[in-house]
T-cell receptor, first 114, second 112 residues
């Protein structure tokens, strides 16, 4: 069974541009989570989608947005990129939004903003 | 906001030694998870804990969900070189907040 996949693996942008990151969850999983991991730091929660709807949002500005498609894949958009947006962006999926659902992570997209 | 205090931040151990790391929080969690992350990769789930007091093993790894639901520990017995990496604890709050709160990680280095 395929795990969580993310694309692209690496992305280089300049300040002010927009970045789009994509995630495909494990087959059968309906919940997708996005996390940001800046260099040397822990994971910070960005967004949670379940059944196509945004369920929760972390403490990030509105220029971080996303959506979940009918096939449960997800997209993270970052507008007006800033240098400090450079980080590893990790996507995770779980079976659903119920208590105790374990989250499984993809390999991440490394975004570099110049 | 909620925070997890993970310790130690880093440790060097001799191959064959046992390792212990822990996480504490001021918040009550319904789920505790332990992940390992290798350089350039996403975190890989090691152990998931769902009940207070639960003790779960996965090979040489053992983890416990604290009785107060505010802490958890991870033990690695007889460490080997491939145990090198960064270990993260993560807690999940109940209700509508399905996201995980992560500790800052414990970097494990093993002397061959």
């Amino acid at each position: 069974e395929a795990g969580v996949t993310q694309s692209p693996t690496h992305l280089i942008k300049t300040r002010g541009q927009q970045a789009t990151l994509r995630c495909s969850p494990i087959s059968g999983h309906t919940s997708v989570y996005w996390y940001q991991q800046a260099l040397g730091l822990g994971l910070q929660f960005l967004l949670w989608y379940d059944e196509g709807e945004e369920r929760n949002r972390g403490n990030f500005p509105p220029r971080f947005s996303g959506r979940q498609f009918p096939n449960y894949s997800s997209e993270l958009n970052v507008n007006a990129l800033e240098l400090e947006d450079s980080a590893l962006y990790l996507c995770a999926s779980s079976l659903g939004a119920r208590e105790g659902e374990t989250q499984y992570f993809g390999p991440g997209t490394r975004l570099l903003v110049l | 906001g909620q925070q997890l205090n993970q310790s130690p931040q880093s440790m060097f151990i001799q191959e064959g030694e046992d390792v212990s790391m822990n996480c504490t929080s001021s918040s009550i969690f319904n789920t505790w998870l332990w992940y390992k992350q290798d350089p350039g990769e996403g975190p890989v789930l090691l152990i998931a804990l769902y009940k207070a007091g639960e003790l779960t093993s996965n090979g040489r790894l053992t983890a416990q969900f604290g009785i107060t639901r505010k802490d958890s520990f991870l033990n690695i017995s007889a460490s080997i070189p491939s145990d090198v990496g960064i270990y993260f604890c993560a807690g999940r709050l109940g209700g509508s907040q399905g996201n995980l709160i992560f500790g800052k990680g414990t970097k494990l280095s093993v002397k061959p």
